[in-house]
């Protein structure tokens, strides 16, 4: 289930760039418990076909944390999500820099993504939202 209409309201607001930690996890329902029930959180963005694994964005004031339930391709040692203007734009200066497996693209949750594997196995998962 994804949440678009959620991630476009939170999202809507003027940008500021910043990191996200995600966090890894294997089961988004007990992340969900957690996170939402016991640590008072709010879901600004879901994306899961299985409520099980994907992606659950958090936010609880002015913090922000997204929980990643084994997302293919991602690095397992950490993750950090970059909150940007322009995912082209870092684009652009980073591909002749460092090793991109694929170009920015649209995600069906609403965000422009792409990502990078430092030479340690983290994540660098770049996302613009869309407004």
């Given at each position: 289930?994804?949440?678009?209409?959620a991630?476009?309201?939170?999202?809507?607001?003027?940008?500021?760039?910043?990191?996200?930690?995600?966090?890894?996890?294997?089961?988004?329902?007990?992340?969900?418990?957690?996170?939402?029930?016991?640590?008072?959180?709010?879901?600004?963005?879901?994306?899961?076909?299985?409520?099980?694994?994907?992606?659950?964005?958090?936010?609880?004031?002015?913090?922000?944390?997204?929980?990643?339930?084994?997302?293919?391709?991602?690095?397992?040692?950490?993750?950090?999500?970059?909150?940007?203007?322009?995912?082209?734009?870092y684009?652009?200066?980073?591909?002749?820099?460092?090793?991109?497996?694929?170009?920015?693209?649209?995600?069906p949750?609403?965000?422009?993504?792409?990502?990078?594997?430092?030479?340690?196995?983290?994540?660098?998962?770049?996302?613009?939202?869309?407004?």
């Amino acid at each position: 289930m994804v949440c678009r209409a959620a991630f476009r309201q939170t999202y809507s607001r003027s940008m500021t760039e910043r990191a996200i930690p995600i966090l890894p996890a294997d089961d988004l329902r007990t992340a969900r418990k957690f996170y939402v029930d016991a640590l008072g959180f709010r879901v600004v963005l879901e994306a899961s076909d299985d409520g099980m694994t994907g992606l659950l964005g958090l936010e609880r004031g002015t913090i922000r944390l997204t929980i990643d339930a084994p997302m293919a391709g991602h690095g397992r040692q950490a993750c950090v999500s970059l909150e940007v203007e322009s995912a082209d734009a870092y684009y652009a200066e980073w591909r002749s820099k460092v090793e991109i497996r694929q170009p920015p693209k649209d995600e069906p949750w609403g965000a422009r993504t792409f990502d990078v594997l430092d030479p340690f196995g983290n994540t660098i998962f770049v996302l613009q939202p869309r407004r």
